[in-house]
């Protein structure tokens, strides 16, 4: 499975942007996917994850902000972020692993490059 992220950038506290993972190597349905996030010296934190039967879970640092979605079996993986504050703030990054159990503690075994988001004050 190969993932690219795209659609970081540079906003304003308050803000918003819309990340994209292109996935191709596998068939999305089968998969859960997650959105993970990393700031230089800290552990990597779990944002969302979206089951290949559309359960979705949240960090609770991020409820009612940001949404985790995708249009349809062949469309991207999304990340809209909403309300961003400094503390958002990270490199993201799409993650994927098969079926089975999905939530941000599970092992996922396909990441990409990820896509840099900052946000000032």
């Known amino acids: 499975v190969q993932l690219v992220e795209s659609g970081g950038g540079s906003v304003q506290a308050g803000g918003s942007l819309k990340l994209s993972c292109e996935v191709s190597?596998?068939?999305?349905?089968?998969?859960?996917m997650a959105w993970f996030r990393q700031t230089p010296g800290k552990e990597r934190e779990g944002v969302a994850s979206?089951?290949?039967?559309?359960?979705?879970k949240y960090a609770d640092s991020v409820k009612g902000r940001f949404g985790i979605s995708r249009d349809n079996a062949k469309s991207p993986l999304y990340l809209q972020m909403t309300n961003l504050k400094p503390e958002d703030t990270a490199m993201y990054y799409c993650?994927?692993?098969?079926?089975?159990?999905?939530?941000?503690?599970?092992?996922?075994?396909?990441w990409g490059q990820g896509t840099q988001v900052t946000v000032s004050s």
């Open positions: 993650a994927a692993k098969g079926s089975g159990d999905c939530y941000l503690g599970s092992n996922f075994n396909s």
């Open positions: 979206r089951s290949n039967f559309g359960v979705i």
């Open positions: 190597g596998s068939t999305f349905d089968s998969m859960c």
